[in-house]
Nanobody, 120 residues
Framework: QVQLVESGGGLVQAGGSLRLSCAAS????????MGWFRQAPGKEREFVAA????????YYADSVKGRFTISSDSAKNMVYLQMNSLVPEDTAVYYC?????????????WGQGTQVTVAS
């Protein structure tokens, strides 16, 4: 059973930084694609970034390009989201997600989420 546990959320001032972590367990993730999504109050969940487990392919939403960086540490089964130059619009619950490969359209595994609040 795949388990994903996020950490690192919190309250930060606009312009500040946070690093989210996702601890993955329960499988061998060598072929998996890992993603970060977010959901703000009253809005649908949206894609933020994704990375193939060994880092060969990386994708970002346009809204975070140049500010957020996704990375993975396969030895530790960890995925990270470094968030810089945060703005209030980044306020949301951030979720880590996993799917078996890039070819699979939907993410099958989700963490419980971590709250990120950016104060203006």
């Amino acid at each position: 059973q795949v388990q994903l546990v996020e950490s690192g959320g919190g309250l930060v001032q606009a312009g500040g930084s946070l690093r989210l972590s996702c601890a993955a367990s329960g499988r061998t993730f060598s072929s998996y694609t890992m993603g970060w999504f977010r959901q703000a109050p009253g809005k649908e969940r949206e894609f933020v970034a994704a990375i193939s487990w060994r880092g060969y392919r990386i994708y970002y939403a346009d809204s975070v390009k140049g500010r957020f960086t996704i990375s993975s540490d396969s030895a530790k089964n960890m995925v990270y989201l470094q968030m810089n130059s945060l703005v209030p619009e980044d306020t949301a619950v951030y979720y880590c997600a996993a799917k078996r490969s890039d070819a699979v359209p939907k993410y099958a595994y989700w963490g419980q989420g971590t709250q990120v609040t950016v104060a203006s």
